[in-house]
């Protein structure tokens, strides 16, 4: 399990996780549903700087930072094999 | 290999994820047949009410127009722009292949918020009004990967073989590509469609930023539950747009062959 399966597992494993992650990254709908007062995720604080405050500016600001994240996480997904198991 | 208490804890364990996924959206079937207009459990009858009353709500109605138009527009040009890309991708060798490949799964990896205030600062910036054409270019963006991802993976199943004895026999390029290589590919461009369409019905995010007046039917739900109007209507809907996207999804999944409709194998 841990020597075999396990390292032949990852890229898919990785590869998976890409879009997992990238979906709760950008995600304000569940958080605004069922996550009650004080939920502020990134994607609640651009939305709100969109639709309500009309903040574009910042909202794009912060909108890079997700940016950023996936491109980070999507290089070390790249070295892991991930993109073949796409 | 595995022991008998092993393989009897994965099967409880797969049997507990899938309740964790799936209760929540069976309770929204039942609180549709709902006769008492408070969410609570047991209900305390069946009533078939709110599906005439949602049916008789204008709102209702043109979001699920819209929703419809949206989706099939959005489906119509992913599967001609994801197609072209595919046969690009797999049939052409050229500087920057793979970034160029990795370029068209990105809408998918992206979060949905860049790809929505991205396109709404584009359309802003050009002086674009939004409209129903800004919704189908937003869901076109994520809807080719599917058809793209799908596409690619039967090219890369299938023989090569078969085109060239096809050109061999005297085919030309177009008698060819209708005869051989179409029907080779036609389950996978199905699929890749019904995936697409399920994906822009559901679809919140994305349209939050590039729909203007418009609602669409996730829009509409979304409003309603935050507003906490019309609870009733909101599970009949839901409801509809689940079993709407479930279908799609289980059809694309048996003509790719098992559950991993939208994945591309590693073979190239």
Redesign the interface.
Known sequence: MRDIVLPLAL?GVAAGS??TF??T?????TP??VGGAGSSF??NV??AN??IANN?PF??AL?TV??AI?AVY?LIAQRLGA???? | MEGRWTRLGLQLWAALVLLFLFVPILLIFFYAFNTSNIQSWPIPGLTLKWFSSTWEDPDVRTALGLSLQAGLMATALALILGSCAAFAIHRLTFFGREVVSLMFVLPLALPGIITGISLNAFFSFNGIALSIWTIVIGHTTFCIVVVYNNVLARLRRTQGSLIEAAMDLGANGFQTFRDVTLPLISTSIVAGAMLAFALSFDEVIVTTFTAGAQNTLPLWIFGAIRLGQRLPEVNVVVSFVILVTIIPVVIAARLTGGGGASRVPAAK
């Open positions: 890229p890409i879009f990238s979906l990254l950008g995600d304000y709908i605004i549903l990134i994607g651009v939305y969109v639709g574009i909202a794009a909108a997700p940016v996936m999507l993109f073949e198991a796409l």
